[in-house]
């Protein structure tokens, strides 16, 4: 999230993410560290021109629908997620905006591509 709380014209809200694992948000996490140095080797600034909307469940699944709705609601781009009952739920709430997943154990038996070649749900890296 910006850090001063404001949404200027070159803010972006880039990186929505949406945790479903059963913790809290913590800056120690190896994997929010990794998420948020690939954003910065790829030119983002989180504060200055990123600003990431998190959401967190907390392992509760019920959940999931109503926190990407929130998420479609606030207009990010793209939605980050981690898990396949959180990329069926995007997939669900949006056709507009982009989906980036991971620990998805296979998007295409589950349903959410059709094939590999639909790399806007796939994240770079998939194997195909």
Known sequence: MCTDGRNTSTTTKFGASYRVRPRRIFPEDKELQAFRKALSDAGYTEGRDLMIEWRVAGGDYAKIRRLVDDLVQAKVEPIVVESTP??????????????????????????????????????PGSPS
């Open 86 to 123: 959180a990329a069926r739920a995007a997939k669900l709430a949006t056709t507009t905006i982009p989906i980036v997943m991971s620990l998805v154990g296979d998007p295409l038996r589950s349903g959410l591509v059709s094939s590999f070649p639909t790399r806007a749900l796939i994240l």
